[in-house]
């Protein structure tokens, strides 16, 4: 082995045992059960300002989003980058909506909301559909960084999504919403300092030659995806219980002023991380370009992408199971008042359990031809199965929707988004040609959200025409178990 091949080896272990080193420098030692789903100091004090806003920040610069914003910036040029960036107007759409569920009803969860608007079964309903998100988000990230560390389905892959999976648990385990809160302010620094790096090796060669050439039908392909984003953002937040978790965590309008902020960070760092993918395709590079570019550029690049991607992906993951802990152990039930240790333990359980289980999917590449699952999929699929999200809590100010207006739209796009996912799995198309709307590879998704949304939006209307709310659900199910 040369010194060369075995500094390539080496450089990303050292980039891990480091990253590992200040991560818990940030991280808790010990929290009661309050800060482990709430997020507070040790007085009881919510989270400043700053915290918030940068913890809210980096949960949505996520190792996915960036791989994708290349990939996508990559596939169809610039109008790729922007239509991912369009995802982040989904802080502005989660900060008003959640805004007046708690200025006009007092809620301090979305569960607790959809209980008190829609009934118990509703609520669980909407609690397992976010269980998939969270689900998801573990091996779309892990296995993204993982792939710094070998090639897919290698020993070094496998052994870096295991210990990355493992670290990340354990200070999670201890921590909770706290430790994440803590530790995702640190790592937002450190991203927005590594993305500068990025920048100033990407941006001189992108000024000299230019956008690279994009063929008509590629742009209009991204110009499709954009649409697709912008139909989707009208749900896509309110099934991300990291996002909407911080909703509740500040005053309202603390929030709001937060997660705009947040929003345009974060929205704004995936734009600029975007132009990575430019430049692969005007560097004629084949291959993931978040991996390509680096390569290109040699050992110090690949230690900063890598950098990179193990601060966004620890954020994110660690943010996955605070989430998971708190859907199962406090909004399942819904009982209100302060956690307690026995609800703490229960957190902790569902953190080991979703870490393993959420693991699962990269074990597909052993499967057919041997590619695992594909990350941008994760996204584009889930959006498209909680589509009928939008009008439950857009429309929800109507006072004669009920529980028939739930299940009206809720249904109808959860069957729109399992057909997608088998056509997705078995590269069958399913849907008939006419509902595609635009070019390339995304019009039949952006059809499929344009016509599922309109129908569910129907359904809810018609839910609230035809059966109202008989009975008040007010006083129901403030104790979920019953």
Same mark, same amino acid.
């Given at each position: 082995?040369?010194?060369?091949?075995?500094?390539?080896?080496?450089?990303?272990?050292?980039?891990?045992?480091?990253?590992?080193?200040?991560?818990?420098?940030?991280?808790?030692?010990?929290?009661?059960?309050?800060?482990?789903?709430?997020?507070?100091?040790?007085?009881?004090?919510?989270?400043?300002?700053?915290?918030?806003?940068?913890?809210?920040?980096?949960?949505?610069?996520?190792?996915?989003?960036?791989?994708?914003?290349?990939?996508?910036?990559?596939?169809?040029?610039?109008?790729?980058?922007?239509?991912?960036?369009?995802?982040?107007?989904?802080?502005?759409?989660?900060?008003?909506?959640?805004?007046?569920?708690?200025?006009?009803?007092?809620?301090?969860?979305?569960?607790?909301?959809?209980?008190?608007?829609?009934?118990?079964?509703?609520?669980?309903?909407?609690?397992?559909?976010?269980?998939?998100?969270?689900?998801?988000?573990?091996?779309?990230?892990?296995?993204?960084?993982?792939?710094?560390?070998?090639?897919?389905?290698?020993?070094?892959?496998?052994?870096?999504?295991?210990?990355?999976?493992?670290?990340?648990?354990?200070?999670?385990?201890?921590?909770?919403?706290?430790?994440?809160?803590?530790?995702?302010?640190?790592?937002?620094?450190?991203?927005?300092?590594?993305?500068?790096?990025?920048?100033?090796?990407?941006?001189?060669?992108?000024?000299?030659?230019?956008?690279?050439?994009?063929?008509?039908?590629?742009?209009?392909?991204?110009?499709?995806?954009?649409?697709?984003?912008?139909?989707?953002?009208?749900?896509?937040?309110?099934?991300?219980?990291?996002?909407?978790?911080?909703?509740?965590?500040?005053?309202?309008?603390?929030?709001?002023?937060?997660?705009?902020?947040?929003?345009?960070?974060?929205?704004?760092?995936?734009?600029?991380?975007?132009?990575?993918?430019?430049?692969?395709?005007?560097?004629?590079?084949?291959?993931?370009?978040?991996?390509?570019?680096?390569?290109?550029?040699?050992?110090?690049?690949?230690?900063?992408?890598?950098?990179?991607?193990?601060?966004?992906?620890?954020?994110?993951?660690?943010?996955?199971?605070?989430?998971?802990?708190?859907?199962?152990?406090?909004?399942?039930?819904?009982?209100?008042?302060?956690?307690?240790?026995?609800?703490?333990?229960?957190?902790?359980?569902?953190?080991?359990?979703?870490?393993? &289980?959420?693991?699962?999917?990269? %074990?597909?590449?052993? $499967?057919?031809? !041997? /590619?695992?699952?594909? +990350?941008? #999929? =994760? *996204?584009?699929?889930?959006?498209?199965?909680?589509?009928?999200?939008?009008?439950?809590?857009?429309?929800?100010?109507?006072?004669?929707?009920?529980? &028939?207006?739930?299940?009206?739209? %809720?249904?109808?796009? $959860?069957?729109? !988004? /399992?057909?997608?996912? +088998?056509? #997705? =799995? *078995?590269?069958?198309?399913?849907?008939?040609?006419?509902?595609?709307?635009?070019?390339?590879?995304?019009?039949?998704?952006?059809?499929?959200?344009?016509?599922?949304?309109?129908?569910?939006?129907?359904?809810? $209307?018609?839910?609230?025409?035809?059966?109202?709310?008989?009975?008040?659900?007010?006083?129901?199910?403030?104790?979920?178990?019953?």
């Amino acid at each position: 082995m040369t010194a060369e091949s075995l500094a390539l080896f080496a450089a990303p272990w050292l980039m891990l045992l480091v990253y590992c080193a200040v991560v818990w420098w940030f991280s808790p030692a010990g929290v009661t059960a309050s800060q482990f789903f709430r997020g507070g100091d040790e007085a009881g004090y919510a989270p400043a300002f700053w915290v918030l806003v940068f913890s809210a920040a980096i949960t949505w610069v996520f190792a996915k989003s960036i791989d994708n914003a290349a990939s996508l910036s990559q596939a169809f040029g610039v109008t790729g980058g922007i239509g991912y960036a369009i995802y982040y107007l989904s802080f502005a759409v989660a900060a008003v909506t959640i805004y007046f569920i708690r200025t006009r009803g007092g809620h301090m969860s979305l569960s607790g909301f959809l209980v008190s608007k829609y009934g118990t079964l509703c609520a669980r309903l909407f609690l397992i559909a976010i269980g998939i998100r969270l689900f998801n988000e573990i091996w779309s990230n892990t296995k993204v960084t993982a792939r710094y560390f070998g090639s897919e389905g290698s020993s070094d892959y496998w052994i870096a999504a295991g210990l990355i999976t493992a670290f990340t648990l354990f200070y999670a385990w201890r921590g909770g919403l706290r430790s994440s809160l803590l530790t995702d302010a640190g790592q937002m620094l450190l991203a927005a300092v590594l993305l500068v790096a990025v920048m100033i090796f990407v941006f001189p060669p992108l000024a000299r030659t230019g956008l690279p050439e994009v063929p008509p039908a590629a742009h209009l392909a991204g110009v499709t995806f954009m649409g697709l984003a912008l139909v989707q953002v009208l749900s896509y937040p309110f099934h991300d219980p990291v996002l909407t978790d911080r909703a509740f965590l500040t005053e309202p309008k603390s929030m709001v002023k937060a997660f705009l902020v947040a929003g345009l960070i974060a929205g704004g760092f995936i734009l600029l991380f975007s132009t990575v993918g430019l430049y692969a395709r005007s560097a004629g590079l084949s291959g993931a370009a978040t991996v390509s570019v680096p390569m290109a550029f040699g050992l110090p690049m690949l230690l900063v992408f890598n950098a990179i991607m193990l601060t966004s992906a620890g954020s994110t993951i660690d943010s996955t199971f605070a989430s998971s802990a708190k859907l199962t152990a406090v909004d399942w039930s819904n009982k209100g008042g302060d956690p307690d240790n026995r609800q703490l333990v229960t957190g902790r359980r569902t953190m080991v359990l979703i870490a393993l &289980a959420g693991n699962l999917p990269l %074990f597909s590449i052993y $499967l057919g031809d !041997g /590619v695992g699952p594909a +990350v941008i #999929a =994760a *996204t584009t699929i889930s959006g498209t199965m909680v589509m009928g999200l939008a009008p439950i809590f857009l429309l929800s100010f109507l006072p004669s929707a009920g529980p &028939a207006s739930f299940h009206l739209a %809720f249904w109808p796009g $959860l069957v729109f !988004g /399992v057909i997608k996912t +088998v056509e #997705a =799995a *078995t590269g069958t198309p399913v849907f008939p040609d006419w509902i595609n709307i635009g070019d390339g590879k995304y019009a039949d998704d952006l059809g499929i959200n344009v016509y599922g949304l309109l129908i569910c939006t129907t359904g809810y $209307l018609l839910g609230a025409a035809l059966f109202g709310r008989r009975v008040s659900l007010s006083a129901e199910g403030r104790d979920l178990s019953s």
